[in-house]
C-alpha cells in the first residue's frame, strides 16, 4: 500500500486489532480472536486486577517497565558536545615536537606543493587524535552547481569559496573544542585578501598555525601534471599561482622548501616548525 509522504502511517495489524484500531470481534462478529485490551485506568485509580491465567499489560500505559528517558538536548549518543569557540594558543608541549598538544594548523600552499598528502600523514603520524579537512575537499561537496574556480573567477565561486571557508572553520573550532587537532590546507594567497589569511582566522581563531609550503617551481609543474580532473591546472596557471607564493617571503610566517623532501621527511619538519611557532607564534 502506498502511503502519502509525511502522512502518518496507519494503525499495524495484529492480533485483535482490525482496521482503524477497532476489536478485531467487533469487525468480525462470530470469529474467535484476542480479547479487546481494557482502557487504563483514570488517573488516581489502581489498575484492574488480572484475570486468571492472563499475562500482564506491557507498554506505556500497562505496568510493564518505565520508557527511557528522552535523551538530553545537546547530546549525541552519550558523548557531550561542548560549543566550539576561537581555538586559542596551544601551550608548550614538555617534549620534542608538538607532541600531545591540541592545536589548530593552517598548510598554505600553490597547487602542487604536497599540502593535502603532507597534512593527511602529518595528522595521521601523531599520538593524539589529530583530524584533517581539505578546503578544496569541501568546496567539492556541492555536486550540482559547483562553481569551479578554474572556469573563472567570480561571485558565485567567491561565495562558494567563502562558504567552504567558513565550513571548515566551524569544523576545526569543533574539533578543538572536543580535544580533537585539526590540520587545515588551503592555497591562501598574500596579496588577495578575499582569499587572504585574516577570513581564516576569523573562523578558527587567534590560536590558528600558519606554515607556508613552498616547494621550487619545477616540482610544482610535475606534481601538477600528475593530477586529474579540475584539480589539474595549465603550466601557465600554476606558474602564476607559484610566483604570487613567493610573497610569503619576508611576512614573518614559517615557509618549507620541500623541493627535496620526501612526504616522511616533510611531516617531520612541519612538526618541527610547529613546536617553534608554538613556543614562538608567528605575528600574522
Known amino acids: 500500500m502506498q502511503h502519502a509522504v509525511g502522512a502518518p502511517l496507519p494503525p499495524p495489524h495484529g492480533p485483535g486489532i482490525g482496521h482503524v484500531g477497532r476489536p478485531y470481534q467487533a469487525q468480525h462478529p462470530g470469529h474467535p480472536g484476542t480479547p479487546p485490551i481494557p482502557p487504563p485506568?483514570?488517573?488516581?485509580?489502581?489498575p484492574p486486577p488480572q484475570a486468571p491465567g492472563q499475562a500482564p499489560q506491557h507498554g506505556w500505559s500497562g505496568t510493564g517497565p518505565t520508557p527511557p528517558a528522552r535523551e538530553a538536548?545537546?547530546?549525541?549518543g552519550h558523548v557531550q558536545l561542548p560549543p566550539g569557540g576561537p581555538v586559542p594558543l596551544p601551550a608548550s608541549p614538555a617534549e620534542p615536537g608538538t607532541g600531545g598538544a591540541t592545536l589548530a594548523v593552517?598548510?598554505?600552499g600553490?597547487?602542487?606543493a604536497g599540502k593535502t598528502t603532507v597534512a593527511k600523514l602529518w595528522a595521521a603520524r601523531r599520538r593524539v587524535p589529530t583530524a584533517h579537512v581539505s578546503l578544496d575537499?569541501?568546496?567539492?561537496?556541492?555536486?550540482s552547481g559547483f562553481a569551479d574556480p578554474q572556469a573563472?573567477?567570480?561571485?558565485?565561486?567567491?561565495?562558494?569559496y567563502r562558504l567552504a571557508r567558513r565550513t571548515c572553520g566551524f569544523a576545526a573550532r569543533n574539533f578543538l573544542a572536543n580535544g580533537i587537532s585539526c590540520i587545515l590546507d588551503d592555497a591562501v594567497f598574500p596579496d588577495r585578501p578575499v582569499v587572504g589569511l585574516g577570513g581564516w582566522k576569523r573562523h578558527v581563531g587567534p590560536g590558528l598555525l600558519p606554515v607556508v609550503l613552498l616547494p621550487g617551481l619545477e616540482i610544482v609543474l610535475e606534481r601538477n601534471a600528475a593530477r586529474s580532473g579540475n584539480r589539474r591546472l595549465s603550466d601557465e596557471e600554476v606558474a602564476r599561482i607559484h610566483g604570487r607564493m613567493a610573497g610569503w617571503y619576508g611576512s614573518g610566517l614559517p615557509i618549507i622548501d620541500n623541493s627535496t623532501y620526501d612526504v616522511e621527511t616533510t611531516a617531520r619538519v612541519l612538526d618541527d616548525v610547529l613546536a617553534r611557532s608554538i613556543a614562538s607564534p608567528p605575528a600574522w
Open 110 to 112: 600553490p597547487a602542487g
Open 106 to 108: 593552517l598548510l598554505i
Open 137 to 143: 575537499d569541501v568546496r567539492e561537496w556541492v555536486c
Open 73 to 76: 538536548v545537546g547530546h549525541t
Open 41 to 46: 485506568p483514570a488517573p488516581g485509580q489502581a
Open 152 to 160: 573563472g573567477w567570480n561571485d558565485h565561486s567567491e561565495a562558494q
